[in-house]
């Protein structure tokens, strides 16, 4: 499965701007059959005033009709109001038209998102060409037993607005996550700043060894990694640290 990173540089607050500039980004090279990501909050910024920012669905149908247009999968978190409040909800988008989401579980109390948002209370693993993909956004990447592969998904997708001053706990984590687990894991971050804090992208596609195989820099980037099935399947097959793994398991 080929996919694509869109690592931008997000206006604050400027849904337009944002949704243009990341359509003219997805068009550049795009392949019928690939996955799509965005970072977390792409429309927006990271805002913790929701009530100005939450989608009224024209980001989701944004994304539906990019999706059906290009034959893609996209994938990208938005603020949504839900009947408990606020949400920071990552939307998984087929080129049909369905859509599955999971709304983050960990929410960044330093930075106000649990004043201000309701936690998830599901773990999420979609399917896309084949891949199992466990869906996490941003401070989710912190909680390893929350990530623990259970033999239910082949790859991580992480989308986030992750600051500059705590990048190498960022390029640290992914690659533990895909070496513990097995799997792919695949971080997409923003760069460009905030009114809080300041982002220089390091998004990037790791294999199951650990090793990145495509990443991109601290600018705008576009960057394309390819997961590859039947090396995750030999390689847990030879080496089954997964099967091996402790008995105990979150109830979610």
Known sequence: MRVRVI??????QDVGHNLSQLEAMI?????VGEL????????????????SVADR????????RVAARLGCAIAGSVAVEVEDGYR?????????GVVEYYDKSHLFAYGGETARYTA???????EWQGVRILLLVCFDL????????????????????????????????????????QCYAVGVNRVGCDPVYEYVGGSMVVNPYGEVVAS???KECIAVGEVDMEFVTSYREKFSAVKSGDSFRLNL
């Open 120 to 126: 998830g209370d599901r773990r999420v693993v979609v």
């Open 57 to 64: 669905g024209e980001v989701l149908g944004w994304m539906q």
């Open 36 to 51: 799509v990501v965005l970072p977390e909050m792409f429309s927006t910024g990271f805002c913790m005033e929701p009530q």
């Open 216 to 218: 991109c820099g601290d």
């Open 27 to 31: 068009e550049l090279e795009a392949q």
């Open 142 to 181: 912190r909680f390893p037993v929350f990530a623990r592969c259970r033999d239910d998904y082949d790859m991580i997708l992480c989308v986030a607005n992750w600051p500059s001053v705590r990048m190498e706990a960022w390029n640290i984590l992914l690659r533990a996550r895909a070496i513990e687990n």
């Open 88 to 96: 920071n909800r990552l939307y998984f988008v087929k080129p049909d």
């Open 7 to 12: 690592q931008s540089n997000t206006r604050w």
